[in-house]
């Protein structure tokens, strides 16, 4: 598994923590947390060179 996926599968432990049972919370908060790791993971690969 990539780090990116084990980022993601993170992200939606913590989700599953924040919101419990409200799936219409849920529903709106994966694909933001998605997005936002996949940006994240993206600036860290460009930027890991240049440390």
Do not use: H, K
């Amino acid at each position: 598994m990539t780090e990116s996926c084990l980022i993601i599968l993170e992200s939606i432990r913590t989700i599953n923590l924040i919101v419990g049972s409200n799936q219409s919370l849920c529903l709106w908060m994966l694909p933001i947390v998605v997005i936002g790791t996949l940006i994240f993971s993206i600036l860290a690969d460009y930027t890991t060179p240049l440390i």
